[in-house]
T-cell receptor, first 114, second 113 residues
């Protein structure tokens, strides 16, 4: 079974631009979560989508948004990029996102904002 | 103060050593305690999880949870160079999924051959 894939793997943008990241979950998984990982803050939860609906949201500004498609693929968008948005953005999928479901992480997209 | 505290290391040990990785936390409502391993340029992968207090063993790995002290540990026996990675503890109130899962900062481990 193929794992979680994320594209692109690396991205360089400048302040003020916007960016869209993509995540393809494991086949059959309906829950997709997004995380931001930085050396200072560690792994922080952004939001979770289940069956095309945002089910949960972390404490990030409205510049961070996402969506999920009917095939469970998900995209994350960051508008008006700031230097502090430089981070590794990780996507994780699980079957239902609840109970003792295991989350499977993708390799991440490394975003650098100049 | 962060909800979950984890020493970022780095921790360097010789091959074959017993490694002890630890996290402390402040939220007494946490019920699920997880350990993830993250290799360079990869996403985290779940090693094991424990529900409530107690020990759990899986091969060379043992996870311990002491809820009275709000302290969790991961022990790696007979450490191998392939164990060199960042280890993240994580915990949540309701389940092992993403929402409201709080991660530690991660400890970088180097096992020298």
């Amino acid at each position: 079974k193929a794992g979680v894939t994320q594209t692109p793997r690396y991205l360089i943008k400048t302040r003020g631009q916007q960016v869209t990241l993509s995540c393809s979950p494991i086949s059959g998984h309906r829950s997709v979560s997004w995380y931001q990982q930085t050396p200072g803050q560690g792994l922080q939860f952004l939001f979770e989508y289940f069956s095309e609906t945002q089910r949960n949201k972390g404490n990030f500004p409205g510049r961070f948004s996402g969506r999920q498609f009917s095939n469970s693929r998900s995209e994350m968008n960051v508008s008006t990029l700031e230097l502090g948005d430089s981070a590794l953005y990780l996507c994780a999928s699980s079957s239902t996102g609840g109970g003792t479901d295991t989350q499977y992480f993708g390799p991440g997209t490394r975003l650098t904002v100049l | 103060q962060k909800e979950v505290e984890q020493d970022p290391g780095p921790l360097s040990v010789p091959e074959g050593a017993i490694v002890s990785l630890n996290c402390t936390y402040s939220n007494s409502a946490f019920q699920y305690f997880m350990w993830y391993r993250q290799y360079s340029r990869k996403g985290p992968e779940l090693l094991m999880y424990t529900y409530s207090s107690g020990n759990k063993e899986d091969g060379r790995f043992t996870a311990q949870v002491d809820k009275s002290s709000k302290y969790i540990s991961l022990f790696i026996r007979d450490s191998q160079p392939s164990d060199s990675a960042t280890y993240l503890c994580a915990m949540s109130e309701g389940y092992t999924g993403g929402f409201k899962t709080i991660f530690g900062a991660g400890t970088r481990l180097f096992v020298k051959a």
